[in-house]
């Protein structure tokens, strides 16, 4: 009979700790899941300190009442220097300025580099995981075509923050990211795959600049400001 009443107790017990969780309120960055600032810190880690990031993505942005916009591409990045494909786009970052090719216009435009810009980089990745800007937590692990990965929820700290909620999921073995969900308060919803990441790969800086001579009809609009 008392080891019925031990069981009985440990179920109880295991019964009023999940409650407890359940009822855990995320309201500031102290109440961010330890496991999930760690697997952060790693995926952190590998990012800043790679000397160059190639990126094969999937953009998918899902505006309310619309078809979803479909966008395939690749981001490489070195050091401030950056290079996106994005659908009929091109844009080259050379560090000092930010040229924008668009084969259907035959036309470039060139930039002052804006870190606001909202372009899509490596570097814009990872200041997604500002531990500042957001509460993080751990949610339930994730499998796809067999591979295994963290998920982790990112919640904004800032009131006026235009996201409601981020979801990025995290290669298990490699720490990088492969999913990145990005849910709006206006109902849009974009998504990021990472069909492929390689890091420490060899660029030739030459592809982060705009070859002009290989294409000498192009109309250039000239929008700095100095």
Request: charged letters at 30%.
């Amino acid at each position: 009979m008392k080891n019925r009443y031990f069981l009985l107790a440990i179920v109880l017990l295991g019964l009023m700790s999940n409650a407890l969780l359940a009822q855990k309120t995320y309201t500031s960055t102290s109440d961010s899941d330890e496991d999930a600032l760690h697997i952060l810190d790693k995926t952190k880690g590998i990012l800043k300190n790679a000397k160059s990031t190639i990126f094969d993505y999937s953009l998918v942005i899902a505006i309310p009442d619309d078809e979803p916009h479909v966008t395939n591409g690749i981001a490489k990045q070195k050091g401030e220097k950056f290079y996106i494909e994005m659908g009929d786009r091109t844009i080259y970052c050379n560090g000092k300025d930010i040229r924008i090719y668009s084969q259907i216009q035959n036309e470039v435009q060139i930039n002052d580099i804006d870190e606001d810009s909202g372009l899509l980089t490596p570097t814009t990745i990872l200041n997604l995981f500002d531990k500042e800007s957001y509460i993080f937590i751990l949610g339930v692990e994730k499998k796809i075509n067999k591979k295994k990965y963290y998920n982790l929820i990112f919640k904004p700290t800032e009131k006026f923050s235009e996201y409601t909620k981020i979801e990025a999921l995290i290669d298990k073995k490699s720490f990088l990211p492969f999913r990145i969900k990005m849910f709006y308060k206006d109902g849009t919803k974009n998504t990021l795959d990472i069909r492929s990441a390689l890091i420490n790969k060899a660029i030739d800086d030459s592809v982060f600049s705009f070859d002009m001579q290989k294409h000498p009809d192009v109309s250039v609009e000239d929008l700095r400001m100095d």
